[in-house]
């Protein structure tokens, strides 16, 4: 069966600070691969999606970016972050263009 | 760019009581989908509605599209406390492998 796991769960960062997370997904090959962020009170924003290795497509102008090194791995940076990156972070996937998306547990990261 | 729009924001209701959450949105919807969300977690995904007045049923949890496929309303009868959480409903864009969210409907059960 098909699992996604994302880390660190957890993270308090000073303002300026650089960010990685990592969302690596199991039991599927090719997956579309995305990045959400939830603030406080608001809905989901789509920050980024990939449909391959390498192939990144960016929804919102910001100091975020994301890679994707292996099929199933994607990673959410920052060099420096900024208080208004504060959010719960959420990655998913689907195996299509369209359909069912899986997400992973979310990380709820504080910027001081 | 297509925009959904979900109500009411919160919702508290008394165990055993039924609600409506509703989402519209600003554009045809291609495809609908409901999910719920754990309260710090992840989004667990209810049921995908496609076709204009088509109704999906889940437990006590139903949801519908409208006919001119622009609102969909979830429904829940006999609430439980398990119900507890934020609802969302997503929609794909018309070029396929996005999918947009709501701001989500916050819903309280009282036991």
């Known amino acids: 069966s098909q699992t996604i796991h994302q880390w660190p769960a957890t993270l308090v960062q000073p303002v300026g600070s650089p960010l990685s997370l990592e969302c690596t997904v199991e039991?599927?090959?090719?997956?579309?691969l995305y990045w959400y962020r939830q603030a406080a009170g608001r809905g989901l924003q789509l920050l980024f999606y990939?449909?391959?290795?390498?192939?990144i497509s960016s929804e919102v102008p910001q100091n975020l970016s994301a890679s994707r090194p292996q099929d199933r791995q994607f990673i959410l940076s920052s060099k420096k972050l900024l208080l208004s990156d504060s959010g719960f972070y959420l990655c998913?996937?689907?195996?299509?263009?369209?359909?069912?998306?899986?997400f992973g547990e979310g990380s709820r990261l504080t910027v001081l | 760019s297509q925009e959904l729009e979900q109500s009411p924001q919160s919702l508290i209701v008394q165990e055993g009581k039924n609600l409506t959450i509703n989402c519209t949105s600003s554009?045809?919807?291609?495809?609908l989908y409901w999910y719920k969300q754990k309260y710090g977690e992840g989004l667990i995904f209810l049921m995908m509605?496609?076709?204009?007045?088509e109704e999906k049923s889940h437990e006590k949890i139903t949801a519908k599209l409208d006919e001119k496929k622009q609102q969909s309303s979830l429904h829940i009868t006999a609430s439980q406390p398990s119900h507890a959480g934020i609802y969302l409903c997503?929609?794909?864009?018309?070029?396929?492998?996005?999918?947009?969210f709501g701001a989500g409907t916050r819903l309280f059960v009282k036991a």
């Open positions: 998913a996937w689907t195996a299509g263009n369209t359909g069912e998306l899986f």
């Open positions: 554009k045809t919807l291609y495809g």
């Open positions: 997503g929609a794909e864009n018309t070029g396929g492998f996005k999918t947009i």
């Open positions: 509605l496609q076709k204009g007045g």
């Open positions: 990939s449909v391959g290795i390498g192939q």
């Open positions: 039991g599927t090959s090719n997956p579309n």
